[in-house]
């Protein structure tokens, strides 16, 4: 059995090779449903059950402690120390998010469909309680988005105006409420996530796409890939210029003329920004943006 599993996977490995370095070559493969994948007993399954275990320690009323604070409702229970209590509120309740929701889709698990209805429920709440669309848990952050609005940009790498990167910290969210509608079919996410990408579009109506770029020296995350997410979800073009809006021109402009300025920088920060690249290139079929990505891939992925 051990044989043949190595054999197998040996034939993979050659078919990708193949695939990648004869560009003739085009294999006849589609992507289908996680929900399609059930793991039988392996060391695979092991690793599942131990994050389901993992996931399950978490109390969701203390993760959604920064976001109903900052709706200025009561908190259910106090919320979780550390970086969650230090600057970056709110960004494990995003995880969380997308955690459950794949939970759900690769295994049915009903504990953790309740525990992201309960979530995008009380999330739901604290955006109503906001009114205008926005929902986070940043401290503070709905006075420094004002500031930003009016084009008061302070950015580093990783603060923006004097917070903890949050729009790395908002990005999870955005990612999480994503993930509940495709992976886990949450509707009422589907709704919210629209919402909070027209919130951002309202903020960001008055900048000039130079401050955007200033905006995005700090930490993002993958923003401009669930922006184009968003488009593909409701086919406006608004999302998709939001999506092209937030990708930093100083990481794309180099490779789109195949130059390699990578060198010092940041990986974790400057990866999604390429996995945002790739997702706008794939929904409007931009030769340049494909070539951009494929140049760091081709670069940066030995």
Same mark, same amino acid.
């Given at each position: ?76 229970? /106090? ?14 309740? &995003? ?15 009903? $504990? ?9 429920? $009380?999330?739901?709440? !604290?955006?109503?309680?906001? &009114?205008?669309?926005?929902?986070? &848990?940043?401290? &503070? ?58 919130? !951002? ?52 402009? /180099?490779?789109?003329?195949? $130059? ?11 990866? /999604? ?30």
């Amino acid at each position: 059995m051990k044989n043949r599993f190595f054999l197998l996977i040996t034939i993979i490995a050659g078919l990708f090779f193949v695939s990648c370095n004869d560009k003739t070559v085009q294999p006849d493969v589609e992507p289908f449903p996680l929900s399609s994948v059930r793991l039988l007993e392996s060391p695979f399954k092991h690793a599942e059950a131990l994050n389901e275990q993992y996931v399950m320690a978490h109390d969701p009323d203390r993760l959604l402690a920064p976001y109903l604070i900052d709706a200025g409702l009561e908190p259910k229970a /106090p919320g979780y120390g550390n970086w969650e209590g230090s600057g970056l509120n709110g960004h494990i309740g &995003g995880h969380y998010l997308t955690s459950l929701s794949l939970m759900i889709a690769s295994t049915g698990n009903d $504990e953790a469909r309740k525990r992201l209805n309960y979530m995008i429920d $009380e999330l739901a709440r !604290c955006q109503e309680a906001n &009114g205008n669309g926005y929902v986070g &848990g940043i401290p &503070g952050g709905q006075s420094m988005w004002a500031e930003i609005a009016k084009g008061n940009i302070d950015a580093g790498n990783f603060s923006l105006n004097g917070k903890w990167v949050p729009l790395y910290n908002i990005h999870k969210l955005y990612a999480g409420l994503r993930d509940a509608w495709l992976y886990a079919g949450n509707e009422k996410a589907r709704d919210m996530l629209i919402k909070l990408t027209d919130w !951002c579009i309202d903020l960001t109506a008055d900048l000039s796409d130079d401050q955007i770029q200033e905006m995005l020296v700090s930490e993002h995350g993958g923003l401009n890939e669930v922006f184009a997410d968003v488009y593909d979800i409701t086919g406006d073009e608004k999302y998709l210029e939001l999506a092209r809006r937030f990708s930093h021109r100083e990481i794309l402009d /180099p490779l789109l003329q195949h $130059e390699d300025k990578l060198t010092g920088l940041h990986a974790n920060t400057q990866i /999604p920004k390429v996995v945002g690249y790739m997702r706008i290139a794939e929904l409007t079929h931009d030769s340049a943006w494909i070539d951009a990505s494929d140049f760091f891939l081709e670069y940066r992925g030995k």
